[in-house]
T-cell receptor
């Protein structure tokens, strides 16, 4: 069964360092998303991406964040200068199409710990 | 703006008992609603979705949910809990380029 894969599963970094989280969406999906979940809190929308550009982003997704689809398979989230409060589980998701009935398929997440 | 509120951050039931997880939504347009489940150390998996075709929606693992417009609710139920149902459950409202999740309800199942 096709699945979304994420790497690394866990990354520990020092405050101020740059981090890149990688995702391989399901191959025939066209829409890509990043969500994050701070420990014990809700799953929060960060950004959606379609046709090589950002479709929508939340207020969390400020200038320190960026997304990219560098090739035909990967979808990355970059955090330029990490802060302690960036510590969270980051989930990548993809969907075949958007619209109200678009089911999201999630990866297993990348846990980021900022020290 | 769309949002969902899940009532109860933790629910505990005995094995074989009814499971009821509550979700209320707010939406200025006809909503499309989802329930996702998250097992420990895993991503979120779709349980079921409401897309206006039928108000009672059946999902995987014996779960179902009923859309009630008058109550702005989309509660998740299962007639008989199983130990394997222990997980975190998220109600979500979708539309456009993003899906908004509720805070989640952790379900505990006692033997």
């Amino acid at each position: 069964e096709p699945e979304v894969t994420q790497t690394p599963s866990h990354q520990v970094t020092q405050m101020g360092q740059e981090v890149i989280l990688r995702c391989v969406p399901i191959s025939n999906h066209l829409y890509f998303y990043w969500y994050r979940q701070i420990l014990g809190q809700k799953v929060e929308f960060l950004v959606s991406f379609y046709n090589n550009e950002i479709s929508e982003k939340s207020e969390i997704f400020d200038d320190q964040f960026s997304v990219e689809r560098p090739d035909g398979s990967n979808f990355t989230l970059k955090i330029r200068s990490t802060k302690l409060e960036d510590s969270a589980m980051y989930f990548c998701a993809s969907s075949e199409w958007t619209g109200n009935t678009g089911e999201l398929f999630f990866g297993e997440g990348s846990r980021l710990t900022v020290l | 703006a769309q949002s969902v509120t899940q009532l109860g951050s933790h629910v505990s039931v005995s094995e074989g008992a009814l499971v009821l997880l509550r979700c209320n939504y707010s939406s200025s347009v006809p909503p499309y609603l989802f329930w996702y489940v998250q097992y420990p150390n895993q991503g979120l998996q779709l349980l079921l979705k409401y897309t206006s075709a039928a108000t009672l929606v059946k999902g995987i693992n014996g779960f179902e949910a009923e859309f009630k417009k008058s109550e702005t609710s989309f509660h998740l139920t299962k007639p008989s809990a199983h130990m394997s149902d222990a997980a975190e459950y998220f109600c979500a409202v979708g539309g456009g380029f993003k899906t908004i999740f509720g805070a989640g309800t952790r379900l505990f199942v006692k033997a």
